[in-house]
């Protein structure tokens, strides 16, 4: 009886989404086709199953199986930004995102080198090119229907352009808002992003759940580096646990460029996040870094790929989780290293602590070279904290549980050195002291 149920949400959903698609399409717009193109693949993949080998820890579709709006109805106002901002906001650009819908009102562009355009009128102006190069590669990459629904409603997307040999002075802040406080709301925020030749800016993105309905944040991010800039990127997951996400982020480094990158997860319901940085440029550099810290019944699935595709390329991947109560995690690490990518140097690691014996982990870091001439490594690691190190900690007189913490903190804290935006820094510190302070003290 429970699956009859189960498949006869799904069917009124998947009705919701072709009517809702219907009207989409009853307006001009220069993304139309790749919409259409988009909700064919949706009804032909659908939503991913543990059948699906790149889903198979994470029940995405016990999720989507609710009853969701999409773009529901909001009533978010500047009062309810100052609420949720972070710390430094005073002094950023700052772009929101409501119910996957860009407001220009609430929004605040404060660096001259700095275009923000929506993404359907870059598609057919003076950006035009730009965007028939860069958008929509992601699915390249990404062969299921969660990022095929993205793209078949793309509403209110946003195009950005960092000015050619300028630096950005202020911050990008990019805040993905669910009103949940009258419907339960599926949001599908879209942007593409373009860093023009020797350019250089930092982004940091976080996500926001008002009120006590379930959301689900279904965003597609995609960036595309010139030769010789440089991308600071910094994701922030610090939801409420009646708030899922499936969060993509695409970077092309299609010129000689470096991209660092740090995700930290700490709370939230089921967080998926696809990273891929697809390095199409010779002597490109990426770093991707992540910290996880969950809880009670929280699910974190971090998918990253590194896709070399020349040669003499470099990259170092790192991401550490910490696991407690009933949390489950995912780390799907794959490095392709392509037939002409001789002279790469790619590394990638995956360590977690176990807080619990009801937590868990499944790891799989993953190496694909088709090249004789390179120097990749992987590895991962899974066990509870240190005995030797707690117990000279205790020895010196230091109590149980704040060595403990002391012990945790030290694990992290090569994760949270590489975010170089100090405000930012210091609030995810604040942050996981708050965690310690509340489960280990």
């Not at 029940?59 to 309810?80: P, Y």
């Not at 390095?279 to 770093?287: D, T």
């Not at 992290?412 to 609030?427: C, F, G, M, N, Q």
Request: proline share 2%.
């Amino acid at each position: 009886m429970g699956y009859t149920i189960i498949q006869h949400k799904r069917m009124n959903n998947i009705a919701y989404y072709k009517e809702e698609f219907d009207k989409l399409q009853l307006q001009e717009s220069p993304l139309a086709a790749a919409r259409q193109e988009a909700f064919k693949t949706f009804n032909l993949l659908g939503i991913p199953t543990a059948k699906h080998e790149e889903w198979k820890y994470t029940r995405i579709g016990s999720v989507l199986n609710k009853s969701f709006q999409l773009a529901g109805e909001t009533s978010v106002t500047a009062d309810d930004v100052q609420s949720v901002r972070l710390p430094g906001s005073e002094t950023a650009n700052e772009l929101i995102f409501v119910n996957g819908i860009y407001s220009a009102e609430l929004s605040t562009v404060r660096s001259k080198w700095l275009e923000v355009a929506g993404l359907e009128e870059a598609a057919k102006g003076e950006h035009k090119e730009i965007v028939a190069t860069y958008f929509n590669h992601s699915r390249d990459y990404l062969k299921d229907g969660i990022n095929a629904l993205n793209t078949a409603f793309i509403q209110g997307g946003i195009f950005v352009q960092v000015a050619a040999k300028k630096v950005v002075e202020h911050p990008v802040y990019i805040y993905n808002i669910t009103d949940a406080r009258k419907d339960a709301v599926l949001s599908q925020p879209r942007s593409l992003i373009h860093v023009g030749r020797q350019a250089e800016v930092s982004i940091v993105e976080t996500y926001i759940t008002l009120g006590s309905s379930d959301s689900m944040t279904n965003q597609v991010m995609e960036i595309a580096v010139e030769e010789d800039a440089n991308l600071a990127y910094y994701k922030i997951q610090n939801d409420a646990a009646q708030a899922s996400q499936v969060s993509t982020t695409h970077i092309r480094q299609t010129g000689k460029s470096v991209v660092n990158t740090v995700t930290v997860s700490l709370n939230g319901g089921i967080v998926r996040n696809n990273l891929h940085a697809v390095m199409e440029a010779e002597h490109a550099e990426a770093h991707l870094w992540g910290l996880y810290f969950q809880h009670g019944q929280s699910h974190i699935d971090n998918h990253t790929i590194v896709d070399n595709a020349v040669p003499n390329c470099q990259s170092n991947e790192l991401y550490k989780g910490i696991l407690d109560g009933q949390s489950s995690g995912v780390f799907n690490g794959k490095i392709f290293v392509r037939k002409d990518a001789q002279k790469t140097n790619a590394f990638q690691s995956n360590k977690n602590v176990l807080l619990s014996d009801s937590a868990g982990i499944n790891t799989k870091p993953q190496l694909e070279i088709f090249a004789d001439d390179v120097k990749c490594s992987h590895g991962c690691t899974v066990g509870s904290l240190d005995d030797e190190a707690l117990f000279y900690l205790q020895s010196r007189g230091i109590p149980h549980k704040p060595a403990m913490a002391l012990l945790l903190q030290g694990f992290a804290v090569d994760i949270l050195e590489k975010i170089k935006l100090a405000p930012i820094r210091s609030y995810v510190e604040e942050q996981i002291s708050q965690r310690l302070a509340e489960e280990v003290l």
